[in-house]
């Protein structure tokens, strides 16, 4: 399936009906037995964050605070489809372990967000966490109109609340929005998903825009105290993709979930548009943003990505793996989006950027089952591998300059996953299932992939520089066995079943 940006969800689904109602089985009055359904349902993933139950799309705001990680996301708590968007809450003490808590930002009936609370991030002001995110409202006229994706037209403007207590559980919004509308004299495709960071004596806010048949670009401000803030210029501005359509997203004329940081000696710039997370690197003079070499940070289903400081101080990313199939689909079944993995983030000296997940993840290894020597004793150690419940971390190392295909399949011969990797296509390519990618190492350079498997989840990183997400739909009958084409090109293969971090399935 294309990949479609979150706002497009709305269009296809009919979220205008779909945001007062519940799931099938879901009614209030039987919320057991949904409970029950979500436990036992193989598609859900065992080991990646989601709530309980319903929608939930993009990160927000994740923060290292009081010795916790806190992930917010956008959560829409009547349905599993997208619409009435709040922000979620969870809290871990390692990035993998996680514990619900209450929704920690509600739309305010007749305020400002009164549509939704979108997306944003969370800083600290001195000891003070502060949350800045877009809020929606219809737009009193046409001209104040900044979301219009052929479905919704929505005003959007950035608001602020600041917690108070060490859980952040609770949050006091300001009564109105810190910037209310876009600048004077500019006519933009978007407004939303600050990203905001303390540069020298003030804050800095990039916000996610663009300008119709001219590209996405990224609107910089400044503010002394949080409040007042300042519009700057362009960050950084795209060009044309020469897309027609209703949704600028779609057509790449508005770059959204903007996420700019120092790494290294350089500054990234991510950003969501197209269906995809594309990435920059390259300079910032304290106004303008110059990239010097760009990317692409996931092939397949991932979307909206946001970043962090870990307890250490790297530079952690993570992003929402979007649901791969049709909507009456994961209506039926209660539930929609997952988190990704945490992936700390590195620049080599060429700027390309590197990624990696967590070793944080390791802590659900289980033994260790390992293939190497002989190609007859590698084909014997295959055979005997199987990957239980879904869950498991697959490392594998093979050859640079040849074709690999290594396959999932039941014991049956149902073909669950097929990884493949050709070095005689341009760029070297990729391959998982029908999702392809490029591997910009050099061919000289053996293939290191890096595999996680949960439940209709797959993440696959090659060389630290490509990734791909891919969802997969099918329950196989039984264990999974690895079958790998060529067993002479395999250096190395190691496999961990994982452990699950709740007994239901629930990640509470």
Not at 11 to 17: K, L, Y
Not at 34 to 48: E, F, G, K, V
Not at 50 to 58: I, K
Not at 495 to 506: C, E, H, M, T, V
């Amino acid at each position: 399936m294309t990949p479609i940006s979150r706002r497009a969800f709305l269009i296809r689904s009919g979220m205008a009906a779909a945001a007062t109602m519940l799931p099938a089985g879901s009614r209030a009055s039987d919320p057991t037995d949904l409970r029950t359904r979500l436990a036992h349902d193989p598609l859900r993933p065992q080991y990646h964050l989601m709530p309980a139950a319903n929608w939930m799309n993009d990160p927000n705001g994740p923060i290292f605070y009081k010795g916790r990680y806190h992930m917010f996301f956008q959560y829409n708590p009547n349905a599993s489809v997208w619409g009435d968007m709040h922000w979620a809450h969870s809290s871990s003490p390692d990035m993998i372990h996680w514990q619900q808590q209450p929704v920690a930002i509600a739309p305010t009936p007749n305020g400002w967000d009164r549509d939704g609370v979108f997306s944003g991030c969370v800083v600290l002001d001195g000891a003070t966490p502060t949350a800045i995110y877009t809020g929606v409202l219809p737009p009193d006229t046409p001209a104040d109109a900044t979301l219009k994706d052929g479905q919704h037209t929505w005003r959007e403007m950035q608001c602020l609340a600041t917690s108070h207590d060490a859980d952040l559980r609770t949050w006091q919004k300001l009564p109105a929005p810190i910037i209310a509308r876009p600048p004077a004299g500019l006519t933009v495709t978007g407004f939303r998903d600050p990203c905001v960071w303390r540069e020298g004596n003030e804050w800095r806010m990039a916000l996610g825009s663009g300008f119709a048949g001219k590209g996405g670009a990224i609107l910089l401000y400044s503010s002394p105290d949080l409040r007042q803030w300042t519009y700057l210029n362009p960050l950084v501005e795209g060009h044309s993709a020469g897309q027609t359509g209703t949704n600028p997203v779609d057509t790449g004329d508005m770059w959204e979930c903007p996420d700019f940081f120092p790494l290294g000696d350089r500054h990234v710039l991510l950003i969501s548009t197209m269906g995809k997370v594309f990435w920059r690197s390259g300079h910032y003079d304290g106004k303008h943003f110059t990239a010097a070499k760009e990317g692409v940070v996931d092939y397949g289903a991932y979307y909206a990505e946001r970043s962090m400081l870990d307890r250490d101080g790297k530079r952690v990313l993570w992003g929402w793996i979007p649901e791969r199939r049709p909507e009456a689909k994961h209506r039926a079944a209660g539930w929609a989006g997952v988190m990704s993995l945490p992936r700390v983030l590195s620049l080599d000296a060429g700027g390309q950027l590197e990624m990696v997940a967590a070793a944080t993840v390791q802590m659900l290894r289980g033994k260790r089952s390992s293939v190497r020597g002989s190609e007859a004793d590698a084909k014997k150690k295959l055979d005997a591998l199987r990957i239980h419940n879904l869950a498991a971390e697959l490392h594998v190392e093979c050859a640079p300059d040849r074709p690999f295909t290594l396959e999932l399949k039941s014991d049956s011969g149902a073909r669950f996953a097929e990884v493949a990797y050709d070095p005689a296509v341009t760029g070297s390519e990729l391959r998982i299932n029908n999702t392809r990618a490029t591997v910009t190492t050099p061919r000289t350079e053996a293939l290191h992939l890096q595999l996680f498997v949960d439940a209709s989840v797959i993440e696959v990183f090659a060389n630290r520089t490509t990734s791909i997400t891919e969802r997969i739909y099918t329950t196989p009958q039984g264990a999974l066995r690895i079958s790998i084409s060529d067993v002479s090109s395999l250096r190395a293969l190691d496999l961990w079943p994982i452990s699950p971090i709740s007994k239901d399935r629930l990640t509470s």
